[in-house]
């Protein structure tokens, strides 16, 4: 069965810090993979996506992230963190044959220190 | 071009009742998916629909069912309700051909009391 996890619930770093989110996923063929950010109250808003090609995809507001096909993992980076960034980050994966439907990781929640 | 729209954004129910929630994919779109938000269990896939077909289903029980319409647009319905039915209801759109950007709206709001 597919799976995806993001191993850290909480993630508290101080402004201007960089960021890194661990997302690993278990999948029968190479997923295709997103990041979406939510923050209170709201729905989710896509960061990026890798579907193929180039392993380091770029996303809005700095985002970054690179697919590691040897460790499974689709890691979320930013070189350095905003306030504006506090938010629930949720990575998700999809297969060819799976239309719309996303297996979702259980979110971390980064808290932005001053 | 407008996003996905969800309505209504909040609502109150009776435990027993049912509802309706609504979503109008962005133009061009025709898949259309819902998941379910809650804090115990996450982000959990109901449905998806593409082409007024039922394309994909989650484990959910019977009680939660969905329709598209010809336009794309798509309602869900869930009868009977029970108190854990309480959660963020997320509906997301996207071409529906091959890999596709999935696209989501902000939401329905429900409380089951």
């Known amino acids: 069965a597919q799976s995806v996890t993001q191993p850290d619930i909480h993630i508290t770093v101080s402004e201007g810090a960089s960021l890194e989110l661990r997302c690993n996923y278990s999948y029968g063929a190479t997923p295709y993979l997103f990041w979406y950010v939510q923050s209170p109250g709201q729905g989710l808003q896509l960061l990026l996506k890798y579907f193929s090609g180039d392993t380091l995809v770029q996303g809005i507001k700095g985002f970054e992230a690179e697919f590691k096909r040897s460790q499974s993992s689709f890691n979320l980076r930013k070189p350095s963190v905003h306030w504006s960034d506090a938010a629930e980050y949720f990575c998700?994966?999809?297969?060819?044959?799976?239309?719309?439907?996303?297996?979702f990781g259980g979110g971390t929640r980064l808290m932005v220190k001053p | 071009k407008a996003g996905v729209t969800q309505t209504p954004r909040y609502l109150i129910k009776t435990r027993g009742q049912q509802v309706t929630l609504s979503c109008s994919p962005i133009?061009?779109?025709?898949?259309v998916s819902w998941y379910q938000q809650t804090p115990g269990q996450g982000l959990q896939f109901l449905f998806e629909?593409?082409?007024?077909?039922?394309?994909n289903k989650g484990n959910f029980p019977g009680r939660f069912s969905g329709r598209q319409f010809s336009n794309s647009r798509s309602e869900m319905n869930v009868s009977t309700l029970e108190l854990g039915d309480s959660a963020l209801y997320l509906c997301a759109s996207s071409l529906g051909t091959g890999i596709n950007t999935i696209y989501f709206g902000e939401g329905s709001w429900l409380t089951v009391v």
């Open positions: 133009s061009g779109h025709r898949s």
């Open positions: 629909y593409f082409s007024e077909t039922q394309r």
């Open positions: 998700a994966a999809g297969g060819s044959n799976a239309g719309n439907m996303l297996t």
